[in-house]
């Protein structure tokens, strides 16, 4: 099993920063990619960003230019640095692990970011 802890979020006014980490523990010799997720009130969960284990990352393209996710130095934490944010990024962000296999997806327990106008 692999456990996330999240930690960031908040509130910010439009156009503000905010970053997000997401530190795993236990088995994480499972994972391949860790990132993060969004969902807003009343839509579907949808992917921010991945990282993957060779370092390749994919951006949904609403966020492109304007966040940017990073491993830490123990490749086993992630950040998502959000900058230039909009009224619409306001969602419960989570962070993700998964590995090969199908079962081998995780969930953080989500954080909160609103942006207000």
């Known amino acids: 099993q692999v456990q996330l802890v999240e930690s960031g979020g908040g509130w910010v006014q439009a156009g503000g920063s905010l970053s997000l980490a997401c530190a795993a523990s236990?088995?994480?010799?499972?994972?391949?990619?860790m990132g993060w997720y969004r969902q807003a009130l009343g839509r579907e969960r949808e992917l921010v960003a991945r990282?993957?284990?060779?370092?390749?990352?994919n951006y949904a393209d609403s966020v492109k230019g304007r966040f940017t996710l990073s491993r830490g130095n123990g490749k086993n934490t992630v950040y998502l640095q959000m900058s230039s944010l909009k009224v619409e990024d306001t969602a419960v962000y989570y962070c993700n692990a998964a590995g090969i296999l199908q079962s081998d997806i995780y969930w953080g327990q989500g954080t909160q970011v609103t942006v207000s106008s």
């Open positions: 990282l993957s284990r060779d370092g390749t990352t």
């Open positions: 236990g088995s994480t010799f499972r994972i391949s990619t």
